[in-house]
Protein backbone atom coordinates (compact mmCIF):
# COMPACT_ATOMS: atom_id res chain seq x y z
CA UNK A 1 0.00 0.00 0.00
CA UNK A 2 3.05 2.09 0.04
CA UNK A 3 2.01 3.82 -3.46
CA UNK A 4 -1.71 4.92 -1.92
CA UNK A 5 0.60 7.07 0.60
CA UNK A 6 2.38 8.96 -2.68
CA UNK A 7 -0.96 9.43 -4.08
CA UNK A 8 -2.65 10.33 -1.24
CA UNK A 9 0.54 12.45 -0.18
CA UNK A 10 0.51 14.52 -3.86
CA UNK A 11 -3.02 14.87 -3.54
CA UNK A 12 -2.72 16.80 -0.23
CA UNK A 13 0.39 18.72 -1.87
CA UNK A 14 -1.45 19.58 -4.86
CA UNK A 15 -4.85 20.88 -3.05
CA UNK A 16 -2.65 22.95 -0.60
CA UNK A 17 -0.95 24.48 -3.50
CA UNK A 18 -4.29 25.50 -5.65
CA UNK A 19 -7.58 27.21 -4.75
CA UNK A 20 -10.33 23.97 -4.16
CA UNK A 21 -10.86 22.74 -7.70
CA UNK A 22 -9.40 25.49 -9.66
CA UNK A 23 -8.68 22.49 -12.01
CA UNK A 24 -12.56 22.13 -12.68
CA UNK A 25 -13.50 25.42 -12.50
CA UNK A 26 -14.90 27.35 -16.00
CA UNK A 27 -12.43 29.12 -17.81
CA UNK A 28 -14.63 32.28 -18.34
CA UNK A 29 -12.95 35.69 -20.07
CA UNK A 30 -14.89 38.83 -19.78
CA UNK A 31 -13.61 41.85 -21.95
CA UNK A 32 -14.29 44.46 -19.56
CA UNK A 33 -15.30 44.97 -15.42
CA UNK A 34 -19.17 44.96 -15.58
CA UNK A 35 -19.41 41.79 -17.94
CA UNK A 36 -16.71 40.44 -15.54
CA UNK A 37 -18.68 41.25 -11.93
CA UNK A 38 -21.95 40.02 -14.22
CA UNK A 39 -20.17 36.55 -15.20
CA UNK A 40 -18.34 36.39 -11.39
CA UNK A 41 -21.44 36.34 -10.09
CA UNK A 42 -24.02 34.32 -12.46
CA UNK A 43 -20.96 32.13 -12.40
CA UNK A 44 -20.57 31.73 -8.30
CA UNK A 45 -18.13 29.00 -7.52
CA UNK A 46 -18.16 27.24 -10.65
CA UNK A 47 -16.30 30.05 -12.93
CA UNK A 48 -13.03 31.47 -12.85
CA UNK A 49 -13.19 35.00 -14.52
CA UNK A 50 -10.64 36.86 -15.84
CA UNK A 51 -11.06 40.12 -16.97
CA UNK A 52 -9.28 42.18 -19.55
CA UNK A 53 -10.21 45.83 -18.74
CA UNK A 54 -10.13 45.98 -15.20
CA UNK A 55 -11.85 48.58 -12.84
CA UNK A 56 -11.66 52.05 -13.89
CA UNK A 57 -10.51 50.99 -17.59
CA UNK A 58 -11.43 52.35 -20.76
CA UNK A 59 -12.81 49.56 -22.96
CA UNK A 60 -12.56 51.68 -25.85
CA UNK A 61 -8.95 52.32 -26.30
CA UNK A 62 -7.48 48.75 -24.42
CA UNK A 63 -4.49 47.17 -25.93
CA UNK A 64 -4.41 43.40 -25.10
CA UNK A 65 -0.87 41.85 -23.63
CA UNK A 66 0.42 38.80 -25.02
CA UNK A 67 -0.94 37.33 -21.38
CA UNK A 68 -4.88 38.36 -22.63
CA UNK A 69 -4.22 36.23 -25.12
CA UNK A 70 -2.88 33.41 -23.40
CA UNK A 71 -5.97 33.23 -21.32
CA UNK A 72 -8.33 33.45 -23.73
CA UNK A 73 -7.04 31.01 -25.79
CA UNK A 74 -7.38 28.60 -22.84
CA UNK A 75 -11.06 30.39 -21.80
CA UNK A 76 -14.20 27.65 -21.96
CA UNK A 77 -15.96 30.92 -22.73
CA UNK A 78 -15.89 34.60 -23.64
CA UNK A 79 -18.10 37.65 -22.58
CA UNK A 80 -17.96 40.69 -25.04
CA UNK A 81 -20.37 43.43 -25.22
CA UNK A 82 -20.35 43.78 -29.27
CA UNK A 83 -22.15 46.72 -30.62
CA UNK A 84 -18.55 48.01 -31.82
CA UNK A 85 -17.19 49.23 -28.40
CA UNK A 86 -14.60 46.02 -28.34
CA UNK A 87 -12.97 47.34 -31.69
CA UNK A 88 -9.82 45.45 -30.42
CA UNK A 89 -11.09 42.06 -29.81
CA UNK A 90 -11.14 40.23 -33.22
CA UNK A 91 -7.79 40.30 -33.62
CA UNK A 92 -6.94 38.72 -30.26
CA UNK A 93 -9.89 35.91 -30.98
CA UNK A 94 -7.46 35.42 -33.91
CA UNK A 95 -4.14 35.56 -32.52
CA UNK A 96 -5.12 32.88 -28.97
CA UNK A 97 -6.64 30.53 -30.97
CA UNK A 98 -10.04 31.04 -28.79
CA UNK A 99 -12.17 28.29 -29.62
CA UNK A 100 -14.91 27.98 -26.77
CA UNK A 101 -18.34 29.30 -26.12
CA UNK A 102 -18.86 33.05 -27.37
CA UNK A 103 -21.20 35.20 -25.55
CA UNK A 104 -22.58 38.45 -27.18
CA UNK A 105 -23.71 40.02 -23.83
CA UNK A 106 -26.22 42.97 -25.95
CA UNK A 107 -27.34 39.76 -28.15
CA UNK A 108 -31.44 40.52 -28.68
CA UNK A 109 -30.96 44.31 -26.85
CA UNK A 110 -32.40 46.99 -29.71
CA UNK A 111 -29.49 49.30 -30.22
CA UNK A 112 -30.02 52.85 -30.17
CA UNK A 113 -28.11 55.03 -33.14
CA UNK A 114 -25.70 57.65 -31.78
CA UNK A 115 -27.05 60.58 -33.10
CA UNK A 116 -23.89 62.97 -32.65
CA UNK A 117 -22.38 61.26 -35.67
CA UNK A 118 -23.80 63.95 -38.29
CA UNK A 119 -23.24 67.01 -35.80
CA UNK A 120 -19.22 65.09 -36.03
CA UNK A 121 -18.94 64.68 -39.45
CA UNK A 122 -17.80 67.90 -40.17
CA UNK A 123 -14.53 67.54 -38.55
CA UNK A 124 -11.70 66.89 -39.48
CA UNK A 125 -11.12 63.69 -37.13
CA UNK A 126 -13.93 62.00 -38.31
CA UNK A 127 -13.36 61.88 -41.85
CA UNK A 128 -13.23 58.63 -43.66
CA UNK A 129 -9.24 59.82 -44.93
CA UNK A 130 -8.63 60.39 -41.26
CA UNK A 131 -10.01 57.19 -39.89
CA UNK A 132 -7.72 55.06 -42.57
CA UNK A 133 -4.28 56.67 -41.48
CA UNK A 134 -6.07 56.41 -37.68
CA UNK A 135 -5.15 52.42 -38.38
CA UNK A 136 -1.80 52.68 -39.36
CA UNK A 137 -0.46 52.95 -36.27
CA UNK A 138 -1.36 49.46 -35.57
CA UNK A 139 -4.45 49.69 -33.63
CA UNK A 140 -8.06 49.05 -34.60
CA UNK A 141 -8.79 52.78 -34.91
CA UNK A 142 -10.41 52.99 -37.86
CA UNK A 143 -12.60 49.98 -37.48
CA UNK A 144 -13.57 50.96 -33.93
CA UNK A 145 -14.49 54.50 -34.55
CA UNK A 146 -16.70 53.16 -37.65
CA UNK A 147 -18.90 51.01 -36.01
CA UNK A 148 -19.39 53.10 -32.93
CA UNK A 149 -20.13 56.38 -34.77
CA UNK A 150 -23.61 54.88 -36.09
CA UNK A 151 -24.26 52.40 -32.91
CA UNK A 152 -23.72 53.65 -29.41
CA UNK A 153 -22.54 50.40 -27.49
CA UNK A 154 -23.05 51.76 -24.26
CA UNK A 155 -26.55 49.47 -23.36
CA UNK A 156 -25.93 48.38 -20.43
CA UNK A 157 -26.74 51.98 -19.09
CA UNK A 158 -30.20 50.55 -19.34
CA UNK A 159 -30.62 48.01 -16.23
CA UNK A 160 -33.88 46.37 -18.47
CA UNK A 161 -31.01 45.64 -21.28
CA UNK A 162 -28.67 44.21 -18.72
CA UNK A 163 -31.50 41.74 -17.76
CA UNK A 164 -30.95 40.51 -21.40
CA UNK A 165 -27.04 40.77 -20.55
CA UNK A 166 -28.01 38.24 -17.51
CA UNK A 167 -29.58 35.95 -19.67
CA UNK A 168 -27.03 36.33 -22.71
CA UNK A 169 -24.76 35.05 -19.81
CA UNK A 170 -26.67 32.74 -18.16
CA UNK A 171 -26.98 30.65 -21.47
CA UNK A 172 -23.50 31.09 -22.59
CA UNK A 173 -22.61 29.80 -19.39
CA UNK A 174 -25.13 26.64 -19.36
CA UNK A 175 -23.87 25.69 -23.04
CA UNK A 176 -19.98 25.87 -21.73
CA UNK A 177 -20.99 23.94 -18.61
CA UNK A 178 -24.95 21.84 -18.12
CA UNK A 179 -24.17 20.53 -15.33
CA UNK A 180 -24.28 23.31 -13.37
CA UNK A 181 -27.09 25.20 -15.95
CA UNK A 182 -29.73 25.15 -12.70
CA UNK A 183 -27.23 26.81 -10.54
CA UNK A 184 -26.58 29.71 -13.22
CA UNK A 185 -30.46 30.12 -13.93
CA UNK A 186 -30.82 30.83 -9.85
CA UNK A 187 -28.45 33.12 -10.03
CA UNK A 188 -29.29 35.04 -13.40
CA UNK A 189 -32.80 35.12 -11.94
CA UNK A 190 -31.67 37.10 -8.77
CA UNK A 191 -29.82 39.76 -10.87
CA UNK A 192 -32.91 39.94 -13.19
CA UNK A 193 -34.73 40.48 -9.87
CA UNK A 194 -32.94 43.05 -8.85
CA UNK A 195 -32.31 45.28 -12.36
CA UNK A 196 -36.34 45.38 -12.67
CA UNK A 197 -36.22 46.47 -8.89
CA UNK A 198 -33.20 49.37 -9.81
CA UNK A 199 -35.80 50.27 -13.12
CA UNK A 200 -38.87 50.72 -11.04
CA UNK A 201 -36.99 52.70 -8.77
CA UNK A 202 -35.62 55.34 -11.07
CA UNK A 203 -38.71 55.55 -13.06
CA UNK A 204 -40.52 56.46 -10.22
CA UNK A 205 -37.75 58.60 -8.97
CA UNK A 206 -36.88 60.20 -12.17
CA UNK A 207 -40.39 61.22 -13.24
CA UNK A 208 -40.95 63.43 -9.96
CA UNK A 209 -38.28 65.58 -11.32
CA UNK A 210 -39.14 68.32 -13.34
CA UNK A 211 -37.80 68.08 -17.03
CA UNK A 212 -36.07 71.28 -17.28
CA UNK A 213 -34.24 69.72 -15.05
CA UNK A 214 -33.54 66.27 -16.24
CA UNK A 215 -30.56 67.51 -17.88
CA UNK A 216 -26.83 67.08 -16.96
CA UNK A 217 -23.01 67.04 -18.76
CA UNK A 218 -20.76 64.51 -18.99
CA UNK A 219 -17.29 64.18 -20.60
CA UNK A 220 -18.36 61.35 -22.99
CA UNK A 221 -21.39 59.86 -24.75
CA UNK A 222 -22.08 57.04 -22.38
CA UNK A 223 -25.13 57.66 -20.77
CA UNK A 224 -27.63 57.60 -24.27
CA UNK A 225 -29.42 54.29 -22.94
CA UNK A 226 -30.03 55.77 -19.49
CA UNK A 227 -31.34 58.79 -21.26
CA UNK A 228 -33.71 57.18 -23.28
CA UNK A 229 -34.85 55.37 -20.66
CA UNK A 230 -35.63 58.11 -17.91
CA UNK A 231 -36.45 61.00 -20.29
CA UNK A 232 -32.78 62.33 -19.35
CA UNK A 233 -31.06 64.71 -21.72
CA UNK A 234 -26.94 64.13 -21.32
CA UNK A 235 -24.78 66.56 -23.27
CA UNK A 236 -21.28 65.33 -23.94
CA UNK A 237 -18.69 67.22 -25.41
CA UNK A 238 -16.47 64.03 -26.52
CA UNK A 239 -18.14 61.35 -28.82
CA UNK A 240 -19.80 57.91 -27.82
CA UNK A 241 -16.02 56.76 -27.69
CA UNK A 242 -13.27 57.79 -25.88
CA UNK A 243 -10.84 57.99 -28.54
CA UNK A 244 -12.20 61.30 -30.62
CA UNK A 245 -10.86 64.67 -28.44
CA UNK A 246 -13.38 67.34 -28.37
CA UNK A 247 -12.24 69.90 -30.25
CA UNK A 248 -12.49 73.49 -29.08
CA UNK A 249 -15.39 74.28 -31.21
CA UNK A 250 -17.29 71.30 -29.45
CA UNK A 251 -16.08 72.68 -26.43
CA UNK A 252 -17.52 76.31 -26.98
CA UNK A 253 -20.58 74.53 -28.11
CA UNK A 254 -21.21 72.75 -24.80
CA UNK A 255 -20.81 75.88 -22.88
CA UNK A 256 -23.03 77.99 -25.07
CA UNK A 257 -25.60 75.00 -24.22
CA UNK A 258 -24.87 75.24 -20.49
CA UNK A 259 -25.67 78.64 -20.43
CA UNK A 260 -29.17 78.42 -22.27
CA UNK A 261 -30.44 75.97 -21.33
CA UNK A 262 -29.29 76.86 -17.66
CA UNK A 263 -27.74 72.70 -17.16
CA UNK A 264 -26.94 72.95 -13.52
CA UNK A 265 -25.25 69.26 -13.15
CA UNK A 266 -22.21 68.55 -14.49
CA UNK A 267 -20.53 64.84 -13.93
CA UNK A 268 -16.69 63.66 -14.28
CA UNK A 269 -16.71 60.02 -15.39
CA UNK A 270 -14.26 57.40 -13.81
CA UNK A 271 -12.79 56.54 -17.08
CA UNK A 272 -12.18 59.97 -18.22
CA UNK A 273 -9.76 62.72 -18.12
CA UNK A 274 -11.53 65.26 -15.68
CA UNK A 275 -9.40 68.23 -16.98
CA UNK A 276 -11.73 68.70 -19.85
CA UNK A 277 -14.99 68.93 -17.36
CA UNK A 278 -13.10 71.33 -15.16
CA UNK A 279 -12.55 73.43 -17.66
CA UNK A 280 -16.14 73.85 -18.49
CA UNK A 281 -17.09 74.48 -14.79
CA UNK A 282 -14.40 76.97 -14.78
CA UNK A 283 -15.98 78.52 -17.58
CA UNK A 284 -20.12 78.31 -16.98
CA UNK A 285 -19.58 78.07 -12.91
CA UNK A 286 -21.50 75.15 -12.90
CA UNK A 287 -19.98 72.57 -10.03
CA UNK A 288 -19.15 69.37 -10.67
CA UNK A 289 -21.91 67.07 -9.07
CA UNK A 290 -19.24 63.82 -8.32
CA UNK A 291 -18.21 60.77 -11.02
CA UNK A 292 -20.34 58.37 -12.53
CA UNK A 293 -19.12 55.35 -13.64
CA UNK A 294 -20.09 54.71 -17.09
CA UNK A 295 -17.81 52.65 -19.11
CA UNK A 296 -15.89 51.01 -15.71
CA UNK A 297 -17.08 49.98 -12.17
CA UNK A 298 -14.91 50.75 -9.58
CA UNK A 299 -12.03 48.67 -7.30
CA UNK A 300 -13.55 46.57 -4.75
CA UNK A 301 -13.36 49.05 -1.49
CA UNK A 302 -14.90 51.86 -4.33
CA UNK A 303 -18.36 53.14 -4.56
CA UNK A 304 -18.99 50.60 -7.62
CA UNK A 305 -17.60 47.89 -7.28
CA UNK A 306 -20.38 45.68 -8.67
CA UNK A 307 -22.91 46.09 -11.65
CA UNK A 308 -25.57 46.67 -8.88
CA UNK A 309 -23.95 49.09 -7.25
CA UNK A 310 -23.18 51.07 -10.04
CA UNK A 311 -26.74 51.85 -10.71
CA UNK A 312 -26.99 53.06 -7.16
CA UNK A 313 -24.09 55.14 -7.27
CA UNK A 314 -24.99 56.76 -10.51
CA UNK A 315 -28.67 56.83 -9.45
CA UNK A 316 -28.19 58.50 -6.08
CA UNK A 317 -26.22 60.97 -7.71
CA UNK A 318 -27.69 62.01 -10.34
CA UNK A 319 -31.10 62.45 -8.47
CA UNK A 320 -28.95 64.68 -5.44
CA UNK A 321 -27.87 66.86 -8.31
CA UNK A 322 -31.23 67.42 -10.07
CA UNK A 323 -32.74 68.01 -7.07
CA UNK A 324 -30.29 70.06 -5.31
CA UNK A 325 -31.51 73.83 -4.74
ZN1 LIG B 1 -17.77 54.69 -23.57
Redesign the pocket.
Known sequence: MKSSFWLIAAALTLSAALPAQAADKLKVVATFSILGDLATEIGGDHVEVRTLVGPNGDA?TFEPSPSDAKAMGGAAVLVENGLGLEGWLGRLITVSGFKGEKVIATEGIKPIAWTGAEEEEGHDHDKPEAKAEAGHDGHDHAAHEGHSHSVDP?AWQNPLNGVLYVQNIVAGLSAADPENAADYKAKGDELVGALQAIDAGFKAEFAKVPAERRKLVTS?D?FGYFAAAYDIQFVAPEGV??ESEASAADVAKIIRQIKAEKITSLFAENITDPRLLNQIARETGVTIGGVLF??ALSPADGPAPTYLKMFENNGAKLLAAMNAN
Open positions: HHHASTSD
